[in-house]
């Protein structure tokens, strides 16, 4: 098949897609309904639900899929032939688990009933958790093919799809699962779907991603709880130790003050910098729509260049003593943190964590004790701006949408992309439809109706444009 | 009565507190398992299953008792006529409520089911939450006047008692039902019983308390939950900014730095702090018996004075972001923290509070919040050491026990006797029969047997005493 019959095979594809959507939405009701939360062990059941979903999905389309366990969440395996001997073999890539959904009581619909609303804008948005991260997401992929091989009865190249079901809990069985299944899973590059658009007119490739190292940090002192009054002012306060530490993570300026931490960080070019300032993404308007307005992390950046380019310890959960109703005066036992690094350039994950770990040892009394607990470590990626895939994918994505495609930076971390790149060889291309306002990992999730449905049109066109 | 007459009775009342142990074991078993926590608004028809359970009582020894409403939860008010014309009006107080359970799963009984059980050392203890704070002190009062009237059919001075039952929670209602029943309440002096011995053969009664000031503070930031990748490094972290406000709270040499603190704080004369010295409690075992051996406050001063004399600023409970299972790679939108200041001296709580607020604000960004919610304010409290009624209290006690009694301090608050002296022109005299081990306030709270026996003992000797 040559690039003339993969395009003129595109306009029924595109027309099959849009006739199908209330289908394509029926589905994707289907799964957002499963509640895979893969990092509360109480959903085990339903993250192999989704799994088992997709695979029986893929089959119907003509996919060889298989549901494949591991020691945590399975993953999903689907196999594909298609294309011209020119046209490329692509792995896709999406994630079919979701983040937990607490706070439950701020949700203004149930996070797994989905329901399509009327956004301020007019817009029609999908609601739900996972709708934008990464279910929709992964399905505009999927609803492709499934159009592509209904009108044409084939697919215009080599496809194999790989769902995990724990990339929001640090993707414990992913390396293994790539090294013990890696003559099955290389391809030629990977397709990605788990990223934003620049604004809602303007698609984007991410180029950049942060990666990330998660520490669970436990401070304990007394052996038990303590009445305040009688050990107050004798008796070490595991919270006052925790609070010193997270408050000597960063310095007056915001520069995070683990000795080390920005080896291997380099400053983002002059040009690059320029390009960002171009998209006309004012501090004002970025932190304006989350009801900011300072940014907060080192001084003197953009909040572009803070959240593609430099890398943050952030504190994402702390814990300890008396948090129900009323008063306790009650010195803890114990308090507890989760703390993340997101990381660019060189930074090494593993050198991150070691030297978290001993800052936090050297601000613990003699008697008193820490601990920790490992949730994941992946290095931060750069892919290149200049390959001919990201130039094809950049052509057909500005085909589909009013403005021209970005190519930006990310701040999210998807230690897959290293994963991919270390384990088996591979780029990846990182295309997504969420918007900035999808309310991800947070209550009332959503996902733009156009995202769903332009989104199956863009990698029809992508496929298109691949294969050629 | 004069005083040959009110000792010539005391004999046969403590033999039948001997022989009545077992049923008064019985009683208080009755009132442990109503779970009438007052900080917990579930528990409000317990805390009043409470009061009608004593009122009950009381009117079976022949007190004019009832319960009687307040904006909380209800307090229940005795009378009882004694006495000659020379023996005092005692008002008596103890309070039903209890502190919440949590963490559960740390208890090795139901803190709900009382037990009697042997300790490690071969006593035996009272196991349950309330056993000693305060439900088993309250009762030994209650215990002694019963076997009194069975005895002979009277009191041997007149006898007014008050329970409440929000002391866990900063009395809200005390002060305006005070106010409006100061006639019906004004008695010659307060007994109170929610202290400790000082050791479990040396009884002791509490010359010095410190006060309480309850804040909650709440840091807000974003409008919602973030995505710690696509905002980290750029939007305000609150957990961040709580975490430096607390960090802040204290300096190197554990003093508080609230501008202002430690103005109304005397030092202790040298003749207490040697007094002090010689019960011979060293930081190494009062330290030790909780896990820890450095004293964590403010340096260069013995754990005695530390509890006793010194003012603190104590984080009792915070809470932020994700705190299950796994892991959420989150930016919170609030944190909140419960922080309480114990008070000596002429410290105002008001001024302390308001000094904690101006401390905090001073550390939001300005494009952050912060609320405060108030959760009770007392000031310090310092009795006379020479008067009358202390030493006939501490002879009486000193009777009862192996050793003679001690006159100390006391790190925890006990509002109430602030207010007795504030509103009803009352000085309290604070004799209990808890022990440093009792873990009130924390899983596993219990009281020694010896205390719930011998403490009906040593109220029956005062009560003689006091009459003489």
Redesign the interface.
């Known amino acids: 098949m040559n690039h003339a019959g993969a395009a003129a095979q595109l306009e029924p594809v595109l027309s099959r897609i849009d006739d199908d959507l209330a289908a394509s939405l029926k589905r994707m009701f289907e799964l957002v309904r499963i509640p895979s939360i893969?990092?509360?062990?109480a959903y085990s059941a339903q993250c192999r639900q989704a799994a088992e979903w997709l695979s029986a999905e893929l089959a119907s389309i003509g996919f060889d899929a298989s549901v494949r366990d591991t020691a945590g969440h399975p993953m999903v395996v689907a196999h594909h032939e298609g294309g011209s001997a020119d046209a490329p073999h692509v792995l896709f890539y999406g994630h079919y688990d979701v983040?937990?959904v607490?706070p439950l009581e701020l949700w203004d619909t149930d996070p797994f009933e989905p329901t399509i609303r009327n956004a301020a804008d007019g817009s029609k948005i999908i609601t739900g958790r996972g709708t934008a991260d990464d279910k929709g997401q992964l399905l505009t992929f999927v609803e492709a093919c499934r159009a592509w091989k209904s009108v044409h009865g084939s697919l215009p190249c080599r496809v194999t799809i790989l769902f995990e079901g724990e990339e929001?809990?640090?993707s414990p069985s992913l390396k293994p699962f790539l090294q013990a299944n890696a003559g099955e899973l290389k391809a030629d590059f990977a397709l990605v779907c788990d990223t934003?658009m620049w604004d809602a007119e303007t698609p984007a490739i991410s180029t950049g991603l942060?990666g990330?190292v998660?520490e669970?940090i436990t401070v304990r002192?007394?052996?038990?709880?303590?009445?305040?009054?009688?050990?107050?002012?004798?008796?070490?306060?595991p919270?006052?130790i925790?609070?010193?530490v997270?408050?000597?993570?960063?310095d007056e300026t915001g520069r995070v003050t683990i000795p080390g931490f920005y080896e291997g960080v380099e400053e983002t070019p002059d040009e690059i910098l320029r390009q960002w300032e171009s998209l006309g993404a004012s501090?004002e308007d970025?932190?304006g729509a989350?009801?900011?307005?300072?940014?907060?992390?080192?001084q003197g950046r953009s909040?572009l260049e803070?959240?593609w380019a430099?890398?943050?310890a952030?504190?994402?959960?702390?814990?300890?003593?008396?948090?129900?109703?009323?008063?306790?005066?009650?010195?803890?036992a114990e308090?507890s943190?989760?703390v993340?690094f997101?990381l660019v350039g060189d930074q090494d994950p593993e050198t991150i964590r070691a030297a978290f770990r001993d800052f936090v040892r050297a601000r613990i009394?003699?008697?008193?004790s820490v601990s920790f607990e490992e949730?994941?470590g992946s290095p931060g990626i750069r892919l290149p701006y200049d390959s001919p895939v990201i130039q094809k994918a950049k052509d057909a994505l500005s085909d589909e949408w009013p403005k021209p495609a970005a190519l930006i930076g990310?701040?999210?971390?998807i230690p897959i992309v290293g994963d991919f790149q270390s384990l088996l060889g591979m780029d990846s291309v990182l295309v997504g439809f969420g918007l900035?306002d999808d309310?991800?990992?947070?209550?009332?999730e959503k996902y733009a109706l156009k995202s769903f449905h332009k989104g199956q049109r863009s990698w029809a066109r992508i496929m298109a444009a691949l294969a050629g």
């Open positions: 893969s990092t509360d062990p983040q937990p607490d929001e809990s640090g934003s942060r990330l998660g669970e002192a007394a052996d038990r709880d303590l009445h305040s009054g009688y050990f107050g002012g004798a008796a070490a306060n919270i006052h925790l609070a010193k997270l408050a000597d993570l960063h501090n970025f932190l989350i009801g900011l307005s300072l940014p907060a992390g080192e909040v803070l959240t430099r890398p943050t952030e504190v994402n959960g702390i814990t300890g003593g008396y948090t129900g109703e009323g008063f306790k005066t009650v010195i803890a308090a943190a989760k993340s997101r009394p003699a008697d008193c949730h994941g990310m701040g999210g971390s900035s309310r991800i990992h947070s209550p009332n």
